[in-house]
């Protein structure tokens, strides 16, 4: 459904943004040098611990405001949402990006966005997107 172009292009709508790579070199977007949301493959140990329910598309590592969001989205919709024990205690969510539909992509990264931008700058963006 989703692809790495979508997210580019959704990142690219929102102000004061940048792109730049993880600390593995993988694609990282960033609100004044707060990463929001960035590519983020299954690890080893993550393999292990999910079995044969670990996902072998792209996946998404997105910032949400709190855990009760986080657990929200978890339970809303597990076959686009889940975490590994990495996160736990992070108020991060991970998504299969291949599953996600592009409203909802577009809604998790501007709430990832607002979640990570100063208040001065989601404030101004809000008012100039509400007009």
Do not use: C, N
Not at 41 to 62: M, N, Q, S, T
Not at 94 to 116: G, H, M, N, Q, S
């Amino acid at each position: 459904m989703a692809s790495w172009e979508d997210v580019r292009r959704i990142v690219a709508s929102l102000p004061e943004t940048t792109e730049r790579g993880s600390y593995d070199g993988l694609p990282a977007w960033r609100v004044r040098d707060k990463p929001f949301v960035w590519e983020r493959p299954l690890r080893r140990a993550e393999l292990a611990a999910l079995g044969d329910a670990a996902p072998d598309g792209p996946i998404l590592g997105a910032r949400v405001p709190d855990l009760g969001a986080k657990e929200a989205l978890l339970a809303d919709d597990p076959a686009v949402y889940f975490t590994t024990p990495h996160f736990d205690g992070y108020p991060a969510v991970l998504v299969r990006l291949d599953r996600i539909a592009l409203p909802e992509l577009t809604e998790l990264v501007v709430e990832a966005w607002y979640d990570r931008a100063p208040k001065r700058l989601a404030a101004a963006h809000r008012a100039q997107t509400a007009r």
